[in-house]
C-alpha cells in the first residue's frame, strides 16, 4: 500500500515563497508527479521528478529526496492565481499502472 | 485541439438507474484513467487501461465498470448507482504505455445520486 501526506492547507502572501512538502511511504518507487488543481477545474501536470535533487521550472522548482521519501514544491514569487491546491502522487513503476495521489494542499495566496 | 472531453458535465440520477459517462481523447494515448474526487479524500483512481482491451482496479473500483474497445474511448459505467457515489468524476489520458506519463484530463463530470 501507500501511504501520502500533505499538509491540508497553507497560506502565503503575495510575492513571497512557499514550499509545500509531500512525504511517502511506498511499496516501489520510480519517480513523483506533481498536478495544480483550481477549484472547480481539472487537474495540469507541474512536474514528475525521478532522480534525487531540484528541478527547477520558472517560478516553480520540485525537489526530491528518494532515501527520504520526501519531495517539496517550491513556489516563488507567489501570484494570486497560484491560488489552488497542489496534489503528490508518487508512482511505484516497476509494470504498475496504478497512480495514489494525495490528498492535496489549498494554497491561498492573499494580497 | 488535443483534449479529453467528458460527458455528460453534469448528471442527476436516483438510486438504481445505470448510467454511463463517456470520455474519449484524441491524442492517440494508450493510457486512460478514471478518477473521482471527494471533500477530505482527494482523487481516488477507479479504474486504468493500458491499451485496447487491458483494464484494471484502481483504489475504488467497487460499483464501477470500464471497458477499453477503442483506443480512444474509455466509459464509465455504474450499473446500480447508489447515493455514496455522488462526485466529481475525471478522465484522464497519458502518451506511455509502458508506464504512466503526465496526464491530460477531462474537465469532469459532477454526478449526484439521490
Excluded at chain 1, 499538509?7 to 513523483?32: D, K, R
Excluded at chain 2, 486512460?32 to 483494464?55: A, C, F, H, K
Aim: aromatic share 12%; hydrophobic share 30%.
Amino acid at each position: 500500500g501507500q501511504n501520502i501526506d500533505q499538509p491540508t492547507e497553507m497560506t502565503a502572501t503575495e510575492g513571497a515563497i512557499v514550499q509545500i512538502n509531500c512525504t511517502y511511504q511506498t511499496s516501489g518507487f520510480n519517480g513523483l508527479f506533481w498536478y495544480q488543481q483550481h477549484a472547480g477545474e481539472a487537474p495540469t501536470f507541474l512536474s514528475y521528478n525521478v532522480l534525487d535533487g531540484l528541478e527547477e521550472k520558472g517560478r516553480f522548482s520540485s525537489f526530491l529526496s528518494r532515501s527520504k521519501g520526501y519531495s517539496y514544491l517550491l513556489l516563488k514569487e507567489l501570484q494570486m492565481k497560484d491560488s489552488a491546491s497542489y496534489l503528490c502522487a508518487p508512482y511505484s513503476g516497476a509494470g504498475s499502472y496504478q497512480l495514489t495521489f494525495g490528498k492535496g494542499t489549498k494554497l491561498s495566496v492573499i494580497p | 485541439e488535443a483534449q479529453v472531453t467528458q460527458n455528460p458535465r453534469y448528471l442527476i440520477t436516483v438510486t438504481g438507474k445505470k448510467l454511463t459517462v463517456t470520455c474519449s481523447q484524441n491524442m492517440n494515448h494508450e493510457y486512460m484513467s478514471w478518477y473521482r474526487q471527494d471533500p477530505g479524500l482527494g482523487l481516488r483512481q477507479i479504474y486504468y487501461s493500458m491499451n485496447v482491451e487491458v483494464t484494471d482496479k484502481g483504489d475504488v473500483p467497487e460499483g464501477y465498470k470500464v471497458s477499453r474497445k477503442e483506443k480512444r474511448n474509455f466509459p464509465l459505467i455504474l450499473e446500480s448507482p447508489s447515493p455514496n457515489q455522488t462526485s466529481l468524476y475525471f478522465c484522464a489520458s497519458s502518451p506511455y504505455g509502458g508506464g504512466i506519463d503526465e496526464q491530460y484530463f477531462g474537465p469532469g463530470t459532477r454526478l449526484t445520486v439521490t
